[in-house]
């Protein structure tokens, strides 16, 4: 059955930088669009950023420049960088299998990311 399994949580303080990892099982991670979502306490949950099959990849506009989505194939992992972290990042981030704009099917248990 598939599985996505995060990994990468860190307290960071700001300006600082961290590594998420999304290793799927269950299929192969190229073959779907993958995403990154996060949701901070007391706040609606937000789209970060997709890689699609092609490996054209989709941001939200207030992170285009400071996060990274990539995937590795022959580890089936997805990766997410979070460079110049901000407090206002601090959230716990889930990988998904299916983009930020469209339906997503499987969800991770997800990994805190906190910024001080």
């Known amino acids: 059955h598939v599985q996505l399994v995060e990994s990468g949580r860190g307290s960071v303080q700001a300006g600082g930088s961290l590594r998420l990892s999304c290793e799927v099982s269950?299929?192969?991670?190229?073959?779907?669009?993958m995403g990154w979502f996060r949701q901070a306490p007391g706040k609606e949950r937000e789209g970060v950023a997709d890689?699609?099959?092609?490996?054209?990849?989709t941001y939200a506009d207030s992170l285009k420049g400071r996060f990274t989505i990539s995937r590795d194939n022959a580890k089936n992992t997805v990766y997410l960088q979070l460079n110049s972290l901000k407090t206002e990042d601090t959230a716990m981030y889930y990988c998904?299998?299916?983009?930020?704009?469209?339906?997503?099917?499987?969800w991770g248990q997800g990994t805190q990311v906190t910024v001080s």
């Open positions: 269950g299929h192969t991670a190229n073959i779907y669009c």
């Open positions: 890689i699609d099959t092609d490996g054209s990849t």
């Open positions: 998904t299998r299916g983009g930020i704009v469209t339906t997503q099917d499987y």
